[in-house]
C-alpha cells in the first residue's frame, strides 16, 4: 500500500508522508536541558504534529540508552473534571500502562493501583518516586495533554510534580516535560473554593518553555514531492505559493490539503493524472465549506474572551497596538490563530477566511439574496448593482444582525462578508485581509467570467477595501483612495471599490447612503457611504 498525506492523529513514516519530527524541534536544546535536570514546558497549537515529535523524542533518547524516557497522554483525566481523585487514578494508571507499552516496564502498574487507593494527593509523586527507584537509567517523563485538565485536578498534578522535584535524580524523574497547547503562565485554575490560581504559581519549577512550529515553505514543498517521488503524480508548480499563504506551514493545513487531493479527488486517484492549480483551489475551498474537525476547534476557541479580544481587533482594524494586552496576544499565537512576526495578523490565508465565515455563517445561510440577481447574460458580476442592493440591505437590517453577532466590533465588516459569501459561494472567491492599525479590510473578489473554463478562462477581479469613519470624510476618503489604488494594483483587479461605513449614532440615513466615483492612480474607483 502507498504511503499516504496524514490527517489524523500521530504520523508514521512507514505509513505517511513526514518531514523527520527531529528536525523540528531544537534537539541539542531540548538534550541539554534534560541533561541539567530541567523541568521544561514543550507547547504547540493542536495538530501542529506534536505527538508525532514527542514519540520520536522518546524513542532517538532510549535508544541512546543514558536514559529511560516515557511518554505519556493524559488526557482521558479530563473527563473526571475536578473529581481528583478519579482524574489521579487515571493519570497514574495511564502513566503505569505506557511505561508497559514503550518500556516493557510491567512493575508500575501494580504500584500504581496499591497507590491510588491510599492517597490521591500523592499518588504521583510516589509512582514517579517509585519508577526513578527501580528504573536503571535516570527517569525522564514526557506528560502530554497536561492543560486538558482542569481546576484542582490540575493543581493537584502540578504540586505533585513540584513536591519530587527536590528528590531528584535519585528518588524522581530528572526531566518532566509538560506538554500541550497551552504554556504552563496561560493555565488559569479555579480551586473549589474559586481561588484562581495560576500556572506559574503552581509550577514554579519551569527552567524554559519552547514551542514547536510549523513547517518551513521548504518543508511543505519536500512533504508533497514525497508523493511525487513515491507515485510519479506531479503538482503544478503555481500550487507551491498558494498552499504555503493558505497555510503558512500548519502541518494539519499542509496534509489535509494533500490528502483531499490525492486520496479523495476520484480523477487524481488516477496518479498518471497530474493535479493542477483549479483542482487545488477546489480542493481548499471544499475544505472551508466542510467546517472541519480542526477549522472547527479553531473557530470554537474564538468564544473565549481573551481570544475575543484579539480578535475582534484585528477584524475591525483598530488603530493600535495598545488595544491589545500582551498576555492576550501571546496566548491566541499559542493556539496557532495569530502569528506576532513580522507584524500581528491572523496566522494563514486559510483561517483568514474561516474565522469569519464561522462568525456570520447562520447570517450567511438566512440571508435570501441570491447569485442570480447579480449575474449579466456575460456571466459577470454586476458589483454596482450588488452593492446598491447592500446599501439598501444594511440601510434595512444592520441594526437587526449586528445585534446578532458576538463580534460586534467588527459588525459592518462581517455582514458585509455575510452577503458577498452568500451572492459568491460556490461560484467565486473571496479573499481576506485583514491588519492591526491599518483601519481597514480588504476583500479579493474573484469571479470566473467563463464558467465553462474550469478556472482556466477569464476571471473578473474585483478589490474592496472596508473602512470606518475616523476623521473627516475628506480625508478618509482621500486616505481610502490611495490604498484601495495600491491594493488594486497588488491584486491585478479591473474594478475597485470603497466602503466607507459611519458608525456614528446621530447621523441620518439619508446622509449615511450616497456613492460616487472618483479617480486614484489608473483606477477609477466607486465610493460607497453606509
Not at 511543505?220 to 504555503?244: C, K, M, N, S
Not at 474573484?446 to 475616523?470: C, M, Y
Request: aromatic fraction near 8%; hydrophobic fraction near 40%; glycine fraction near 6%.
Amino acid at each position: 500500500m502507498e504511503r499516504f498525506f496524514n490527517n489524523a492523529g500521530p504520523s508514521v513514516a512507514v505509513d505517511h508522508y513526514v518531514i523527520d519530527p527531529l528536525r523540528r524541534l531544537d534537539l541539542a536544546q531540548i538534550e541539554d536541558l534534560i541533561a541539567q535536570k530541567r523541568y521544561f514546558v514543550l507547547h504547540a497549537p493542536r495538530q501542529t504534529g506534536k505527538t508525532t515529535c514527542l514519540l520520536a523524542l522518546m524513542e532517538y533518547l532510549n535508544r541512546q540508552g543514558r536514559y529511560r524516557v516515557l511518554y505519556a497522554n493524559i488526557e482521558a483525566a479530563q473527563a473526571a473534571r475536578e473529581d481528583v481523585a478519579t482524574a489521579l487514578r487515571t493519570v497514574c494508571f495511564t502513566i503505569a500502562n505506557r511505561a508497559c507499552t514503550y518500556l516493557q516496564e510491567e512493575r508500575l502498574l501494580p504500584q500504581a493501583r496499591l497507590l491510588v487507593q491510599d492517597n490521591p494527593n500523592s499518588a504521583l509523586t510516589e509512582l514517579l518516586t517509585y519508577w526513578a527507584g527501580i528504573s536503571d537509567q535516570p527517569a525522564v517523563l514526557f506528560l502530554d495533554e497536561v492543560d486538558a485538565l482542569v481546576g484542582d485536578t490540575l493543581i493537584s498534578l502540578l504540586r505533585q510534580i513540584r513536591a519530587g522535584y527536590a528528590q531528584r535524580p535519585h528518588a524522581f524523574p530528572i526531566s518532566i516535560v509538560l506538554c500541550g497547547v497551552r504554556d504552563v503562565r496561560d493555565y488559569r485554575m479555579q480551586t473549589a473554593g474559586r481561588e484562581v490560581i495560576t500556572g506559574g504559581s503552581a509550577f514554579n519549577i519551569k527552567a524554559m518553555s519552547l514551542r514547536l512550529g510549523n513547517l518551513s515553505e521548504t518543508e511543505v514543498r519536500a512533504l508533497w514531492q514525497q508523493h511525487t517521488q513515491a507515485t510519479g503524480q506531479t503538482f503544478a508548480d503555481a500550487i507551491y505559493p498558494e498552499l504555503w499563504q493558505d497555510t503558512r506551514g500548519q502541518p494539519w493545513l499542509v496534509n489535509a490539503l494533500g490528502y483531499e487531493l490525492t486520496q479523495r479527488t476520484p480523477h487524481l486517484k488516477d496518479r498518471r493524472v497530474p493535479v493542477t492549480l483549479a483542482d487545488y483551489r477546489a480542493v481548499r475551498e471544499g475544505l472551508i465549506q466542510a467546517r472541519t474537525t480542526h477549522l472547527d476547534q479553531l473557530t470554537d476557541k474564538l468564544r473565549e474572551a481573551r481570544v475575543h479580544r484579539v480578535i475582534a481587533t484585528l477584524l475591525a482594524g483598530t488603530d493600535t497596538h495598545a488595544d491589545i494586552a500582551t498576555d492576550d496576544a501571546q496566548y491566541v499565537a499559542d493556539l496557532g490563530l495569530i502569528t506576532l512576526s513580522p507584524s500581528l495578523q491572523i496566522a494563514n490565508r486559510i483561517y483568514q477566511e474561516a474565522i469569519p465565515r464561522e462568525l456570520i455563517w447562520t447570517s450567511q445561510i438566512t440571508i435570501t439574496h441570491q447569485t442570480g440577481w447579480y449575474v449579466t447574460p456575460q456571466h459577470r458580476l454586476d458589483m454596482p448593482k450588488l452593492l446598491l442592493a447592500f446599501q439598501q440591505f444594511f440601510r434595512e437590517q444592520s441594526d437587526a444582525w449586528i445585534e446578532c453577532f458576538d463580534y460586534k466590533e467588527a459588525g459592518p465588516q462581517l455582514l458585509l462578508q455575510a452577503f458577498l459569501q452568500r451572492v459568491v459561494n460556490g461560484g467565486g472567491r473571496i479573499t481576506r485581509e485583514y491588519g492591526l492599525g491599518r483601519r481597514r479590510t480588504d476583500l479579493y473578489l474573484e469571479w470566473p467570467a467563463d464558467h465553462t473554463a474550469g478556472g482556466q478562462g477569464e476571471t473578473q477581479r474585483i478589490v474592496l477595501e472596508l473602512k470606518l469613519r475616523h476623521a473627516s470624510l475628506k480625508t478618509d476618503i482621500a486616505r481610502g483612495l490611495q490604498q484601495t489604488a495600491a491594493y488594486a494594483d497588488q491584486c491585478g483587479a479591473t474594478e475597485a471599490h470603497l466602503l466607507m461605513f459611519d458608525r456614528r449614532p446621530d447621523i441620518a440615513w439619508a446622509d449615511r447612503i450616497w456613492h460616487q466615483t472618483q479617480s486614484a492612480g489608473n483606477h477609477r474607483i466607486t465610493v460607497w457611504g453606509l
